[in-house]
């Protein structure tokens, strides 16, 4: 199973610029684009949060007109910029598989076990999952508990160094933890928020943050520092689970020099030497 992870694409109404500085309608159909290109094609894509930049129908609109023609099924999850309600009336089919209170759910349909959880709170840029949420999620993977499972959320449950967006993240992740704990199934977490990738583990399991498709929140470790953003190269993660594990790859979107060969038709390496 190749499985895309997108995430804070922050879609607003046409003519409004992120910042006044980000087309993020733009940088989202070019996202769109790379992943109706790649090949092989994910088998499905999650979106870990902040679809839209202020909760509005008329951006989650956008957003599914921007995403309507991927050939793969999409599976989103609100982030601080979305909310429960606002996600949920604007993808019926999602909230229909919303359990513990919020959108939380779980994808069964591939090899790969996809659980995807709810962790925003109204009106807060942190996030919080809950007591009725976390005995959702120990309860879903106990009842599967031979099938390789990947959690996803949008807020870190782990800090970056990055202050502006450490103090914004998981508040109940050492909860989260110990569920995650008791449960040797599933492969990784992986998350959004940061608008970059960021490695680690948590749980004794690898966790990731993907990167934006538009912005990219300033690595800066200083933790006096401005909150600031780069127009870095965006780019999405690809998952691929094969042989029962999970290898997660940074797919850079855009038009990149290359594919240059390593070696020529009979097989000798291309080094630029120019041969008598």
């Given at each position: 199973?190749?499985?895309?992870?997108?995430?804070?694409?922050?879609?607003?109404a046409p003519?409004?610029?992120?910042y006044?500085?980000?087309?993020?309608?733009?940088?989202?159909?070019?996202?769109?684009?790379?992943?109706?290109?790649?090949?092989?094609?994910?088998?499905?894509?999650i979106?870990?949060?902040?679809?839209?930049?202020?909760?509005?129908?008329?951006?989650?609109?956008?957003?599914?007109?921007?995403?309507?023609?991927?050939?793969?099924?999409?599976?989103?999850?609100?982030?601080?910029?979305d909310?429960?309600?606002?996600?949920?009336?604007?993808?019926?089919?999602?909230?229909?598989?919303?359990?513990?209170?919020?959108?939380?759910?779980?994808?069964?349909?591939?090899?790969?076990?996809?659980?995807?959880?709810?962790?925003?709170?109204?009106?807060?840029?942190?996030?919080?999952?809950?007591?009725?949420?976390?005995a959702?999620?120990?309860?879903?993977?106990?009842?599967?508990?031979?099938?390789?499972?990947?959690?996803?959320?949008?807020?870190?449950?782990?800090?970056?160094?990055?202050?502006?967006?450490?103090?914004?993240?998981?508040?109940?992740?050492?909860?989260?933890?110990?569920?995650?704990?008791?449960?040797?199934?599933?492969?990784?977490?992986?998350?959004?928020?940061?608008?970059?990738t960021?490695?680690?583990?948590?749980?004794?399991?690898?966790?990731?943050?993907?990167p934006?498709?538009?912005?990219?929140?300033?690595?800066?470790?200083?933790?006096?520092?401005h909150?600031?953003?780069?127009?870095?190269?965006?780019g999405?993660?690809?998952?691929?689970?094969?042989?029962?594990?999970?290898?997660?790859?940074?797919?850079f979107?855009?038009?990149?020099?290359?594919?240059h060969?390593?070696?020529?038709?009979?097989?000798?390496?291309?080094?630029?030497?120019?041969?008598?």
């Amino acid at each position: 199973m190749l499985l895309a992870q997108l995430t804070d694409t922050h879609i607003r109404a046409p003519g409004s610029l992120a910042y006044g500085v980000v087309d993020t309608a733009a940088f989202l159909e070019r996202a769109v684009a790379h992943l109706a290109a790649r090949a092989p094609r994910p088998d499905a894509l999650i979106v870990t949060g902040d679809l839209t930049d202020f909760d509005r129908p008329e951006e989650y609109a956008r957003f599914k007109a921007l995403t309507a023609g991927l050939p793969m099924p999409i599976f989103p999850i609100p982030g601080n910029h979305d909310s429960t309600q606002g996600l949920a009336v604007a993808f019926p089919h999602i909230a229909a598989r919303g359990q513990g209170g919020k959108l939380n759910y779980v994808v069964d349909d591939f090899a790969l076990r996809l659980v995807m959880l709810d962790s925003s709170v109204p009106d807060a840029p942190y996030g919080l999952l809950g007591g009725e949420t976390l005995a959702w999620l120990d309860a879903a993977l106990a009842v599967a508990p031979d099938r390789p499972s990947l959690v996803a959320l949008h807020h870190p449950p782990f800090l970056t160094g990055i202050r502006h967006m450490d103090v914004q993240n998981l508040q109940d992740a050492s909860a989260l933890e110990a569920v995650l704990g008791r449960h040797h199934h599933v492969l990784a977490l992986v998350c959004g928020h940061v608008h970059r990738t960021v490695l680690t583990s948590f749980a004794g399991r690898p966790a990731s943050i993907c990167p934006s498709p538009a912005h990219a929140v300033s690595l800066d470790l200083d933790p006096e520092a401005h909150p600031t953003f780069h127009l870095e190269p965006p780019g999405v993660h690809l998952h691929r689970f094969a042989g029962g594990g999970l290898v997660t790859h940074l797919d850079f979107i855009g038009a990149y020099d290359g594919p240059h060969r390593f070696f020529d038709a009979d097989n000798q390496m291309l080094d630029g030497t120019v041969r008598d």
